[in-house]
């Protein structure tokens, strides 16, 4: 089976040294390499790559995105019908997000950007003490990322809850779906975490409706997708004093261009969709196992449904 490794740069040989390391006799291509078209049988590629490519591939059986996301794969004009879509999932893409969900959780919750403004001034001057108990914390996406960011900061002693689309039970999180649960969410977030898809659904989801339905003075973390958050609305919300500040990493667009207001905004913490960055050497072995799932007409792991759009 040739697979294409459709991406650039030095993640190129690190992707195909993996997958190399778990299987040697892989016939890899690094694009623009492909050889001939009709030997391809599986692509493994990012947001970046021209979907309309994979239209160049007749025997094409599999395509893997290289991260958990794949709103890149299902945007016009979409992969070949009928081809499947695997995602990733891994315990270090997953421990990394809850990283970055602590990290900014705990900055604001410690108030951090208050303690850096005074120490510019040296201003020593002790504020109040926070409670994580009265730090309420809602989870947005409650798959393989939400949940093991809401079962840490749960751990912290934060009340924490959680929406996704089905009915979910998971001990020690309030969980909430639907219409009715979002409205619910939104209204008892001190500090709201995205961690959804981005789907037609989802889509703008976090826009100035939603924000004023959120306790005055409460946080936004956005490490799902820029598509999430109408941004206009965010920036609104913060200048009004409604929302107290943004942890954002990602953005629409990637990367912001340098005069983009979401760079300077005092209330905005910026990383460069950098919460949870694929490990090759990680997520090798079930891109081979897939790989050779595919080869052997097996059933295949972690497939994207299309009609959920993810
Ligand atoms: P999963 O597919 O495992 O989980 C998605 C969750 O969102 C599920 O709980 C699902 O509900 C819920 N959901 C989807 N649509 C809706 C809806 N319309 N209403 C309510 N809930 C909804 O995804 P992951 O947790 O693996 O990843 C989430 C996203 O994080 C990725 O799609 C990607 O965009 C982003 N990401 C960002 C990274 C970064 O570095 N910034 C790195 C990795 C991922 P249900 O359980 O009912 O299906
Ligand atoms: C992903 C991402 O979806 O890196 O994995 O955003």
Redesign the pocket.
């Known amino acids: 089976m040739a697979v294409l490794l459709a991406t650039k740069g030095h993640a190129q040989a690190a992707w195909r040294d993996a997958l190399l390391a778990c299987d040697p006799g892989l016939d890899i291509r690094l694009w623009p390499d492909a050889g001939d078209p009709a030997a391809i049988e599986a692509v493994v590629m990012w947001g970046t790559h021209d979907l309309a490519d994979l239209a160049r591939y007749p025997a094409l059986r599999l395509v893997v995105s290289m991260?958990?996301?794949v709103?890149h794969l299902l945007r016009p004009p979409g992969t070949p019908k009928g081809v499947p879509v695997a995602r990733l999932?891994d315990v270090l893409?997953t421990s990394a997000?809850s990283e970055w969900v602590l990290l900014n959780v705990l900055r604001f919750h410690r108030q951090d950007p208050a303690y850096r403004a005074q120490q510019a001034a040296a201003i020593w001057h002790e504020l109040p003490a926070p409670a994580t108990a009265a730090r309420r914390i809602g989870v947005l996406?409650?798959?393989?990322?939400?949940q093991d960011a809401a079962g840490k900061l749960a751990a912290l002693g934060f009340p924490v809850a959680g929406?996704?689309?089905?009915p979910?039970t998971i001990p020690g999180i309030a969980c909430h779906?639907g219409a009715e649960g979002f409205d619910a969410i939104l209204r008892q977030s001190d500090m709201l975490v995205c961690?959804?898809?981005?789907?037609p659904?989802?889509r703008g989801i976090l826009d100035a409706g939603a924000f004023a339905r959120m306790p005055r003075g409460a946080f936004l973390l956005n490490?799902?997708?820029g598509g999430h958050v109408v941004q206009p609305d965010l920036l609104a919300a913060l200048d009004s004093g409604h929302l107290a500040g943004a942890a954002l990493?990602?953005t629409d667009p990637e990367p912001l261009p340098p005069d983009h207001p979401l760079w300077r905004h005092p209330g905005i913490v910026l990383t460069p969709?950098?919460?949870?960055?694929t490990i090759p050497a990680s997520v090798a072995p079930q891109v081979v196992d897939n790989l050779r799932r595919a080869r052997e007409g097996q059933p295949l792991l972690n497939l994207v449904d299309f009609s959920r759009g993810?």
């Open positions: 991260g958990a996301g709103d999932k893409l997000m996406g409650l798959g393989e990322l939400g929406w996704s689309r089905l979910k779906h961690l959804l898809p981005l789907t659904e989802t490490a799902a997708r990493d990602v969709h950098a919460a949870s960055i993810y």
